[in-house]
């Protein structure tokens, strides 16, 4: 993708959405235990982004907080996948959302004009006021309220899959 959007072009997205915004500069991070250990006092939900496919190739961008053990095997029948959930390539992930591994988040859906992707949001991470997502970058960390972050993804074209998330037994068996 060429035409990627830059994070000052995000933030003019959601100044142009009436979307308040908070963002603070860090090391780039590349995982959730990573930015943990930098995050310090950044108040609200911290999330992960998990970028999908199924065996049919169509894109699913999972978002909820950075603790919820997905159990995507569960989860792919209540999206529609067709066949096994897996996790796709940074070649997909360039094209279709314009970022790069360690570095996605619904902010990317900026840069999804075909609307290739669909976007899966659990209610448990919705239930949570203020969340926190890399603005296209992994070397800052943007809050806004779960209301904008569900504007701004419909203010992008895309009709979000709103849902609980299956969990995996916390034994990390599953």
């Known amino acids: 993708m060429t035409d990627r959007a830059t994070p000052e072009q995000l933030f003019a997205e959601l100044d142009r959405l009436s979307i308040a915004h908070a963002t603070i500069a860090h090391p780039p991070v590349f995982t959730v235990e990573e930015a943990k250990a930098l995050r310090g006092k950044i108040e609200g939900g911290h999330t992960k982004n998990l970028f999908l496919k199924d065996?049919?190739?169509?894109?699913?961008?999972?978002?909820?907080?950075?603790?919820?053990?997905?159990?995507?095997?569960?989860?792919?029948?209540?999206?529609?996948?067709?066949?096994?959930?897996?996790?796709?390539?940074?070649?997909?992930?360039?094209?279709?959302?314009?970022?790069?591994?360690?570095?996605?988040?619904?902010?990317?859906?900026?840069?999804?004009?075909?609307?290739?992707?669909?976007?899966?949001l659990d209610e448990a991470m919705l239930a949570v006021a203020t969340l926190n997502f890399h603005p296209l970058e992994n070397t800052m960390t943007t809050a806004v309220s779960n209301e904008a972050l569900v504007r701004f993804v419909a203010a992008q074209g895309h009709k979000a899959l709103t849902l609980r998330f299956p969990r995996r037994p916390q034994d990390g068996i599953g």
């Open 55 to 120: 065996k049919h190739d169509r894109l699913f961008l999972a978002v909820t907080l950075e603790d919820v053990p997905v159990d995507l095997k569960a989860l792919g029948p209540l999206i529609g996948a067709r066949g096994r959930l897996s996790f796709a390539a940074a070649e997909h992930l360039r094209a279709h959302l314009g970022v790069e591994p360690g570095s996605v988040t619904p902010f990317a859906l900026i840069n999804d004009k075909a609307h290739g992707v669909t976007p899966v």
